[in-house]
């Protein structure tokens, strides 16, 4: 059975950071792409970035280019999202996901397994 565990949601004001992680187990976790997606109020979920196996491929999107990294660690299967400089509009449930290949991809129909998310709010 594959999990994935969110935490390190919270409330910040804009300009602050915060850190997510997402543990995985029930797979082995080095051989699969992940990422981060997340669910505004009254909005769809949308992609925010995106990691392959080995970390060499990393994409994001452009909302949040040059504010946030992602990153993974295998040894520890961990998911990161290190987010800075955070604005109102980042207000949103972020989820991790886990896609069967291990190429970095952004759409969302290729992720077959989710986090339950964490809540990060932003405020102004």
């Known amino acids: 059975q594959v999990q994935l565990v969110e935490s390190g949601g919270g409330s910040v004001q804009a300009g602050g950071s915060l850190t997510l992680s997402c543990a995985a187990s029930?797979?082995?976790?080095?051989?699969?792409?992940m990422g981060w997606f997340r669910r505004a109020p009254g909005k769809a979920r949308e992609f925010v970035a995106v990691?392959?196996?080995?970390?060499?491929?990393?994409y994001y999107a452009e909302s949040v280019e040059g504010r946030f990294t992602i990153s993974r660690d295998n040894a520890r299967n961990i998911l990161y999202l290190q987010m800075n400089n955070l604005k109102p509009e980042d207000t949103a449930v972020y989820y991790c996901?886990?896609?069967?290949?291990?190429?970095?991809?952004?759409?969302?129909?290729?992720?077959?397994?989710w986090g339950q998310g964490t809540q990060v709010t932003v405020s102004s």
């Open positions: 990691i392959s196996w080995s970390a060499a491929d990393k």
């Open positions: 996901a886990s896609r069967r290949f291990g190429a970095a991809v952004i759409a969302e129909r290729e992720y077959d397994y």
């Open positions: 029930g797979r082995v976790f080095s051989r699969y792409g």
